[in-house]
């Protein structure tokens, strides 16, 4: 995907995160809103991290013309993943929610967006 998309990073979360609705609908014997929101979270994840990873590779990229969204988004980078690091928050939440997981889930996911968002403004 490099050679012909700025977006390997959706690619691979796309395919990636395929497990959160193969798993669900195996145990469940159904799909309902909670693995299609886990599902948008583990790809915005995959965006966060797999961008943040080929920044390392950027240089290498550019020599022999392959794309990334670490190229693509350049210096936006903190911003889109700041996107990114909401989006999967609020996609982790609705999951929850409608799994009916309770307060803890929800603090759980606030907690692991908040870490993600000091490494992100830290770093």
Request: charged content about 10%.
């Amino acid at each position: 995907m490099k050679r012909v998309s700025n977006f390997p990073q959706l690619f691979l979360g796309l395919t990636f995160n395929l497990g959160a609705l193969m798993g669900f609908s195996a145990a469940a014997g159904t799909l309902t809103l909670a693995p299609f929101a886990l599902y948008a979270a583990g790809i915005c994840w995959t965006m966060i991290y797999d961008t943040i990873y080929a920044h390392q590779d950027k240089e290498d990229d550019r020599k022999v013309g392959v794309k990334s969204t670490a190229l693509h988004f350049g210096d936006r980078t903190m911003a889109i993943c700041n996107n990114f690091t909401t989006a999967m928050g609020i996609s982790l939440f609705l999951a929850g929610l409608s799994a009916n997981m309770g307060l803890r889930t929800s603090l759980g996911s606030f907690f692991a967006c908040s870490m993600i968002l000091k490494g992100l403004f830290c770093c």
